[in-house]
């Protein structure tokens, strides 16, 4: 069986960090792209970073500089830290895999909040 376990979420102050981690089991990891979207209220989902399975990264214009991703094959986990967090960042997360065009997945989602 399939599952992601994403945490790290919550709230935060602009300017502020956090490190989003999603834990999958039931897939063979390490053959997987990983990905992080988010879907703000009232907008689509958009994607946010990826990583490919030998750690190429490519991240939206939006976030680069600030937000870095990287996964642990050892731990079948990706990362994403977030540093100088904007209140436009406020969405919900989720960690995405696929592998080729066959198999995709989607995590639950998790918070995030930036507010002062």
């Known amino acids: 069986q399939v599952q992601f376990v994403e945490s790290g979420g919550g709230l935060v102050q602009p300017g502020g960090s956090l490190r989003l981690s999603c834990v999958t089991s039931?897939?063979?990891?390490?053959?997987?792209?990983m990905a992080w979207y988010r879907q703000a209220p009232g907008k689509q989902r958009e994607l946010v970073a990826s990583i490919t399975m030998d750690g190429k990264t490519m991240y939206a214009d939006f976030v680069k500089g600030r937000f870095t991703i990287s996964r642990d094959n050892a731990k079948s986990t990706i990362y994403l830290q977030m540093n100088s967090l904007e209140p436009e960042d406020t969405a919900v997360y989720y960690c995405?895999?696929?592998?080729?065009?066959?198999?995709?997945?989607w995590g639950q989602g998790t918070q995030v909040t930036v507010s002062s």
């Open positions: 995405h895999a696929a592998f080729g065009n066959d198999r995709a997945y």
């Open positions: 039931g897939i063979i990891f390490k053959f997987y792209e």
